[in-house]
């Protein structure tokens, strides 16, 4: 298993050094055994990622490494056998470990897993070199993987239609961890589902919690050691987190993200294959390196929750609320019977003095403030709806804190001033109830609400979530992950 | 250099001597600096920074054209604190959760420095190739003067911020909260006990490879964590567990002929066993023990005191009837902390004197 310092010019045929003059069959071999491990790995990782348990692979390929060597010794050569099944229960030895080290109270979650697993990799290194005559188990091919050379060694099977099929070896064992996967979750994905997000309540409805968290164990760790002959012990953690994680930031639904990941896994596969065998470098790396580029475009731009999106929904917000910050003071000018004047643009805290002056210039242009003559400003009648809505909002929000909180008349104002923002016209109406209307004109300053019965309609598109009502959005038919923040605990430790 | 062969002729060397002063002295620091780590819940954040750092040190090889120290590790702690930028910014920007951006940032970063490595190895004559390797797995004989140097400048640089800002730091490790709350400056000092990790791992990545430094960061802590609930001693006992455990690992791995790295992890362990089984504060062994005593010191053979300590515990405790048939207080000392135990037998202790009072003048 001494491959560590092969490369893909040495797999070219004649003296070719470009990876296009690589046998197309030995091409097919390595994408197959890259594609079977990428995908196992992808939809397992959803689930580790939702289960919160993201490091236990790395923690079990580390741990492998005792389990390959004991079985080794006790089998007397290199069986693919015996040391698949060692190297599974040394891998669930860590998990179990580690979980019964935490459950002692003694030693944090993290930190127990942290003290098992480099313990196992110490003595399976140790282990290597004290059998070192009789062990040729290369420490280079455990960390790096050799996906490159898994095409060379292949065993003939018998072809249905006569003939033989000669297939790598290394293809096997990712394919029967990408079909137990895949029975796996197939089988028993409410289950699975139900224990990731909620296994109080699982528990609770007569689940047993504990069986469905060592079956799905059971697989993560034999994917695990099925995965890491092609890709090393710690780039197993790239392909099963990177493509989940990537993944998670796309969508909010189970089914959903299991189906990115795979995509993403797969493209990682081939594009980590391309660009290995075109710089004559190691392929698990690439691959890793390729879905950490999927990775960060998720990040970046990810429709709904990518720093893109996330900054221009914030610069929106902040111009909205100019916006209506100017619209309302020059309706307040208006009210008092003033002439509002642009030097007198006030600099308010909740947008600077240069955001009011952008949002005059910007509502002059769609039409809702005039200049008149001098540096004198005057709404429209758009204008003026629109600021009688914001004022009405913050006056109603005014009477409301008065009436529902025993807080002094000088602390009305700040608090209206940021919540007349976030008041669309159903929250008004809903105020107008509770206070009773008819009974309200005017705010606790003695200021007139002006009530007109026609609301404005609803332009208040970038509400935060939070001042939104939820009705109507969810869609019960379908897995929903919650925001990670407020989401118990739920499989803490492995 | 530090081959057994069949003397002990190792052990007055000049070089022995530096290796386990090296060893040594990296293992007190990782100790003392991992203990804030595993306190604050951070324990896989050294992992994921040794795994960062390799595509540094690929860089540092490539920049200065071989294997040259000062280059791969400014590049390692180059990468390594990218590494740590990209978490807190995954933290900050986006919903997944902490161990997801662990996972990501340790694998991408190493597979990138993996493929480097092997981009480097494609380039660079034969005998360059042996100095990347041995940053996964350590290469502890090769510690020189100058890497003791290096390692106890930044173990001083550690001790004297630890002692200068002690009270600082501990409020941070125990209760972030607290500490913004009374103004201090927390974001700063986060950033000082993270820059100590990060330079304590890079330092010791050539003499213990990758997966050993974590080991070394949270072995010890966790180990001295079990000692005391004092942070100074805390301290004190995994700076000196950390010690021990290199040193002694160091010295096996030159007696019998073994890399050092995994020894160090494996004497770690044994350390962490025993304070497991055996600490003062909070072995198991130790609080059985003490409970034991205390059940001895009391008479519990008393059929009387039983079931009024059983009496007494329902009392306190009704949710337990449902699963606990047949108990005595034998078993009641393992429900209970032996505080919580002992003030319970003394309540019980008490009602059963009165009792017998009543019972006299009656």
């Known amino acids: ?494 | 250099m530090m081959n057994a062969s069949n003397s002990l002729d190792w052990l007055t060397s000049y070089n022995t001597w530096v290796v386990l002063g090296g060893v040594a002295v990296l293992g007190a620091n990782a100790g003392m600096v991992g203990t804030f780590a595993v306190l604050r819940g951070r324990s896989l954040m050294g992992d994921a920074l040794a795994h960062a750092a390799l595509p540094g040190v690929c860089l540092g090889f490539w920049v200065a054209g071989g294997r040259a120290v000062g280059p791969m590790l400014l590049g390692a702690l180059l990468t390594g604190c990218l590494g740590l930028l990209v978490l807190a910014f995954l933290k900050r920007w986006t919903r997944l959760p902490d161990d997801a951006g662990l996972g990501v940032v340790l694998s991408v970063f190493f597979g990138v420095g993996v493929v480097m490595s092997r981009l480097i190895q494609n380039n660079a004559a034969g005998g360059a190739k042996a100095g990347l390797e041995s940053y996964i797995l350590g290469k502890t004989a090769g510690i020189l003067m100058s890497d003791l140097l290096v390692i106890a400048v930044v173990a001083l640089i550690s001790a004297l911020l630890v002692g200068l800002m002690f009270k600082e730091f501990l409020m941070v490790a125990f209760d972030e909260g607290f500490a913004r709350a009374v103004g201090l400056p927390t974001t700063t000092l986060d950033l000082a006990m993270t820059s100590l990790t990060a330079l304590t791992v890079i330092v010791g990545l050539p003499a213990v490879g990758v997966v050993m430094m974590a080991a070394l960061l949270i072995i010890p802590a966790a180990s001295a964590r079990l000692w005391s609930d004092r942070l100074e001693i805390v301290l004190l006992v995994a700076a000196s567990l950390g010690a021990v455990a290199s040193a002694s690992g160091a010295l096996t791995s030159a007696a019998l002929n073994l890399p050092a790295g995994p020894t160090v992890v494996l004497s770690g362990a044994g350390l962490f066993l025993l304070s497991l089984l055996l600490a003062p504060r909070r072995g198991l062994l130790t609080t059985r023990w003490r409970a034991w005593c205390q059940t001895q010191a009391l008479n519990i053979t008393d059929p009387r005191f039983n079931r009024a300590m059983t009496r007494a515990f329902f009392e306190r405790h009704p949710q337990m009837l449902n699963d606990l048939e047949d108990l005595n207080s034998l078993r009641l000392e393992r429900l209970l902390s032996p505080e919580e135990f002992a003030a319970l037998a003394e309540r019980v202790r008490l009602d059963l004197v009165r009792e017998e009072t009543r019972e006299a003048r009656s």
């Open chain 1, 1 to 494: 298993m001494t491959f560590g310092n092969a490369t893909w010019s040495a797999l070219a045929q004649g003296d070719g050094t470009n990876w296009w003059d690589i046998d197309p069959i030995t091409v097919a071999w390595t994408l197959a055994v890259a594609l079977t491990v990428n995908l196992s790995c992808a939809i397992l990782g959803c689930f580790l990622v939702v289960r919160r348990m993201s490091l236990l692979g790395d923690a079990i390929s580390h741990a492998v490494l005792p389990g390959l060597v004991i079985a080794f010794l006790l089998a007397g050569r290199i069986a693919s056998g015996p040391m698949f099944v060692g190297a599974t229960l040394a891998g669930l030895f860590t998990a179990w470990a580690s979980r019964a080290l935490a459950s002692t109270g003694r030693v944090r979650d993290d930190a127990s897993l942290g003290i098992v697993f480099t313990t196992m990799f110490a003595l399976g290194v140790v282990l290597i070199h004290a059998y070192a005559d009789n062990v040729d188990l290369d420490p280079g091919c455990v960390l790096y993987g050799s996906i490159e050379l898994t095409s060379l060694e292949r065993i003939s099977l018998p072809w249905p239609g006569g003939g033989t099929w000669s297939v790598p070896r290394a293809l096997f064992a990712p394919l029967l961890a990408l079909c137990a996967t895949l029975i796996l979750v197939s089988r028993a994905w409410n289950e699975l589902v139900w224990t990731s997000f909620d296994p109080g309540h699982a528990a609770a409805a007569g689940l047993n919690v504990e069986r469905i968290h060592q079956a799905f164990l059971v697989v993560t760790a034999a994917t695990t050691v099925a995965s890491f002959e092609a890709v090393g012990s710690i780039l197993v953690v790239a392909m099963l987190i990177v493509p989940a994680a990537c993944a998670r930031l796309l969508t909010s639904r189970l089914e959903m993200m299991i189906i990115l990941a795979c995509f993403v896994g797969a493209f990682s596969a081939v594009g980590g294959f391309v660009l290995a065998a075109a710089l004559d470098t190691n392929m698990a790396g690439m691959t890793a390196g390729v879905a950490g580029g999927f990775f960060a475009l998720a990040v970046v731009g990810s429709p709904s929750q990518g720093v893109v999106a996330r900054v221009w929904r914030r610069v929106r917000l902040t111009a909205r609320i100019a916006d209506e910050d100017v619209l309302a003071w020059l309706y307040r000018a208006d009210e008092r019977g003033r002439i509002a004047r642009v030097s007198e643009l006030p600099d308010r805290a909740t947008a600077g003095g240069s955001a009011l002056r952008n949002a005059l210039g910007r509502l002059i242009r769609q039409g809702q403030v005039r200049r008149g003559e001098g540096d004198a400003l005057h709404l429209t009648q758009g204008g003026r709806e629109a600021g009688e809505a914001q004022v009405r909002a913050h006056r109603l929000w005014e009477s409301y804190l008065d009436r529902h909180f025993d807080l002094p008349l000088d602390h009305l104002h700040d608090p209206a001033e940021e919540a007349e923002h976030y008041l669309g016209p159903d929250l008004q109406r809903q105020i107008l109830a509770e206070l009773g209307s008819g009974s309200i004109d005017a705010d606790p300053h003695g200021a007139t609400i002006p009530l007109e019965p026609g609301l404005q309609p609803d332009r208040r598109s970038t509400v935060p979530q939070k001042f939104q009502s939820s009705a109507g959005e969810s869609e019960p038919s379908s897995v929903e992950l919650p925001d990670e923040s407020n989401l118990p605990k739920a499989t803490s430790s492995p």
